[in-house]
C-alpha cells in the first residue's frame, strides 16, 4: 500500500482520518465489517441500527459491543484483528 507522501509528494504533513462517523457518513463500511466478522462466526447479523450505537470509541469498544456474544477469552483478540481485516 502507498504512503501518502507517496501520493502526495511533498504536498501534505498531516492526514487526519476518521472512522467513527463525525466527518463522513461510514455507517454502512462499518456495518459491512462487524457483519463480515459475525458470518464468518456463523453469528445473525446485526441491524445498521445497532451498530450506530456501538460506534464513537474505537475498534475494541466496538468489537466488544457488537462482537460480545461471539467473545470468549480465547478469540478476542482474533476477533479484534479480523474486524480490522474486514474494515480494509
Known amino acids: 500500500m502507498p504512503s501518502i ?3 502526495l509528494p511533498g504536498k501534505c504533513r498531516l492526514l487526519v482520518y476518521d472512522l467513527d462517523g ?3 457518513d461510514s455507517l454502512a463500511d462499518i456495518a459491512r ?4 466478522v459475525r458470518e464468518e462466526f456463523q453469528a445473525p447479523p446485526h441491524p445498521s441500527e445497532v451498530i450506530r ?3 464513537g470509541e474505537g475498534a475494541r ?6 462482537l460480545v456474544d461471539l467473545v470468549d477469552d ?3 483478540p482474533e476477533l479484534l484483528f479480523q474486524g480490522n ?3 480494509r
Not at 469498544?61 to 457488537?66: A, D, G, K, P
Open 74 to 76: 480465547n478469540r478476542d
Open 33 to 36: 465489517s462487524v457483519n463480515t
Open 53 to 55: 450505537g456501538a460506534i
Open 22 to 24: 463525525t466527518l463522513i
Open 85 to 87: 481485516e474486514a474494515f
Open 5 to 7: 507522501s507517496d501520493i
Open 61 to 66: 469498544v466496538l468489537c466488544s459491543r457488537v
